[in-house]
Nanobody
Framework: VQLQASGGGLVQAGGSLGLSCAAS????????MGWYRQAPGKQRELVAT???????NYADSVKGRFTISRDNAKNTVYLQMRSLRPEDTAVYYC?????????????WGKGTLVTVSS
């Protein structure tokens, strides 16, 4: 079982960028999915989460600029980021609460770097 994230890169302030993260392997069920980020010298923080039913939750710092969505048929979660700011620069990690053969627990992707230049 793994989470594979893609879509990071370098963008200018005010620009947009999209991330995606696909879960693969022997997955029985996927519950909440989400994105977290960790900026240099800071702790990992929640960016946004989405339930299997589509209910979303956002950090105050990204409300109105970021949109999380998911495609349950593809086991994929997306993060569309708009109006990016230099302070959004971080490594972005996807997270998913999965039920696999051995039980239910959270899984993390390896992270993808987003750099916003001023």
């Amino acid at each position: 079982v793994q989470l594979q994230a893609s879509g990071g890169g370098l963008v200018q302030a005010g620009g947009s960028l999209g991330l995606s993260c696909a879960a693969s392997g022997s997955i029985l069920s996927i519950y909440d999915m989400g994105w977290y980020r960790q900026a240099p010298g800071k702790q990992r923080e929640l960016v946004a989460t989405i339930t299997s039913g589509g209910a979303t939750n956002y950090a105050d710092s990204v409300k109105g600029r970021f949109t999380i969505s998911r495609d349950n048929a593809k086991n994929t979660v997306y993060l569309q980021m708009r109006s990016l700011r230099p302070e959004d620069t971080a490594v972005y990690y996807c997270n998913a609460d999965l039920r696999v053969l051995g039980g239910r627990r959270p899984y993390w992707g390896k992270g993808t770097l987003v750099t916003v230049s001023s």
